[in-house]
């Protein structure tokens, strides 16, 4: 496998009225965990990149880590620090953001 973990982040807009988790959000995001990981030398092994629909719209912004397959909803940029030290570098999945199905 070339990485170690690999997070989808979604960056799908919809027109209005429907639900999306949003280009500007999801790239917002997605440059942060970019940024932090570089920051953390962890660019190597996690790769975090934009990705289209992950059919969560009414949870996001949504994200998915592989390869444990863990669906994250309603993820901020503050919440990012955590994602990657308690689950891309502690193996432990946060919990008050993981979607259950």
Do not use: W
């Not at 919809?14 to 030398?41: I, N, Q, T, W, Y």
């Not at 990149?49 to 592989?66: N, R």
């Not at 669906?71 to 919990?95: A, R, W």
């Amino acid at each position: 496998m070339k990485y170690k973990k690999h997070v989808f982040i979604c960056t799908n807009q919809k027109p209005a009225p429907k639900k999306s988790c949003g280009e500007e959000h999801g790239m917002a995001l997605v440059d942060a965990f970019k940024e932090r990981l570089k920051d953390l030398g962890l660019q190597i092994d996690i790769r975090a990149q934009k990705t289209g629909c992950l059919d969560v719209c009414a949870f996001g912004p949504s994200m998915v880590v592989y390869p444990e397959g863990v669906f994250y909803g309603k993820v901020e940029l503050s919440d990012v620090e955590e994602i990657i030290q308690s689950h891309l570098i502690g193996n432990e999945p946060v919990e008050r953001l993981r979607l259950a199905f």
